[in-house]
């Protein structure tokens, strides 16, 4: 196999791609060839708008593109790789989804059942099924709203914090509900933290214990790890930089945190290679049976154009070539994620950037989905990110509009 090394220095950040490329005659994929110029200006715009460096994996039949810019660390100046490890915030979603289906698969529980058949403490509608919470439809209110809802302040007030699930559920049923259950789609962290009760409750078995044996070790997913209520990333890893809501003061360093405030709906940390090996083998069929799999992968639009749409936790996406790919994006503080592959599982790509509560950053970084799979670049960041005026959301407190 050729491996080709590419170095450039652009501005005094250091830029790496590297590829490895297809031995003489191997299969490839029927998709435009990934554009590595094309990832790098999305990094490049990322960069220009505050994210202190990004990583974009691209792994396409038997080739792997690597290509990362700006830092790791700035304290220390590390330059940032491809292979480093950070949270992954809500793409931890799909890994719950997975332990579900698979109990599920075992006879173990009904997607159409009211959660509260398997909860030790019901929620407040008996009509809540199983599957209203893994699409989001459940109605249940985000308590990320309110805790998060000055971002710094909330953040150092829960980053050292230890919460029971039941804790997390009790903050949103404070609230009224969203919606009635199964009437629309309205993102909350809570469907999952409730899922992480529910599976732990019917199984007697921590979500750690599940997430290793269900799907890291069957994987071999040697740089994922679930190490709540523990708050540092092992090896090496990029750090995380959260933006304060007065723009003008400096980023805060937030890589190192319990994330009990999110657990089961988002606490996982990986890298950009198990990532794509995990939604390469989810929509491969080597994780859930295929009724599960074809359940996870029925999509309902959730923007105005169809473009965006989420199952049972898993989203899609589909880009301007026309193919559709499926996995998640993730938002932690001091990390933007997107993880997706096509689905047959032949191209998958993950592309972090090391910042949060940015939304030009994180509307830039999805840039990388049409560079790796349609192999075009995108037009300049300010054509896609959020007005000072319209505002943005994210993951964490979905509900409340920044600026």
């Known amino acids: 196999m050729r491996i080709k090394n590419v170095s450039i220095v652009l501005a005094g950040s ?38 202190p460096g990004a990583l974009t994996r691209i792994d396409s039949g038997t080739s792997s593109y690597r290509i990362s ?21 809500s793409v931890s979603k799909s890994f719950t989804t997975v332990v579900l289906m698979q109990l599920a698969a075992e006879g173990r529980l009904d997607l159409d059942a009211s959660a509260n058949t398997y909860l030790p403490k019901p929620l407040p509608d008996d009509r809540i099924t199983v599957r209203h919470l893994l699409s989001h439809r459940s109605g249940l209110w985000d308590y990320t709203n309110d805790m998060f809802y000055y971002t710094v302040p909330g953040f150092e007030s829960v980053r050292n914090k ?69 708050t540092a990333i092992a090896g090496s890893h990029a750090r995380g930089y959260l933006r304060q809501d007065d723009t003008t003061l400096p980023l805060v360093d937030s890589t190192e945190q319990t994330v009990s405030w999110g ?68 938002t932690v503080q001091g990390y933007y994620t997107y993880a997706f592959t096509t689905a047959d599982g032949k191209r998958s790509m993950t592309s972090m950037a090391n910042t949060s509560n940015n939304g030009t950053v994180n509307t830039v970084l999805g840039g990388t989905l049409e560079a790796a799979f349609c192999g075009t670049t995108v037009a300049k960041a300010d054509k896609f990110a959020p007005s000072d005026t319209e505002g943005f959301t994210e993951d964490i407190a979905p509900q409340v509009v920044r600026h």
Do not use: W
Not at 292 to 321: E, F, H, I, W
């Open 263 to 330: 657990q089961s709906a988002g606490a996982v940390i990986s890298n950009a290679a198990d990532l794509n090996r995990f939604f390469s083998s989810l929509v491969s069929g080597k994780l859930v049976p295929q009724a599960q799999l074809q359940q996870m992968m029925s999509m309902v639009p959730v923007n105005s154009d169809g473009t965006q749409s989420y199952g049972l936790g898993l989203r899609a996406r589909k880009l301007s070539c026309g193919v559709t790919v499926y996995g998640h994006t993730g």
């Open 162 to 230: 230890v919460f029971t699930y039941q804790e997390l559920i009790d903050l949103s049923t404070a609230h009224k509900v969203n919606n009635e259950p199964g009437a629309a789609y309205s993102y909350s962290n809570t469907n999952f933290v409730v899922l992480g009760r529910l599976i732990e409750h019917l199984t007697g078995v921590p979500m750690a214990t599940h997430y290793q044996q269900r799907v890291f070790e069957p994987l071999k997913l040697r740089n994922t790890s679930y190490v709540h209520p523990q």
């Open 14 to 51: 250091a830029v790496t791609a590297t590829l490895v490329a297809s031995p003489a005659g191997a299969a490839t994929s029927p998709l435009p060839n990934p554009s590595v110029t094309a990832v790098l200006n999305v990094q490049k715009q990322a960069m220009a708008n505050g994210a």
């Open 69 to 89: 810019r700006g830092q790791a660390d700035t304290a220390a100046h590390t330059a940032m790789d491809a292979d480093r490890r950070f949270r992954v915030g």
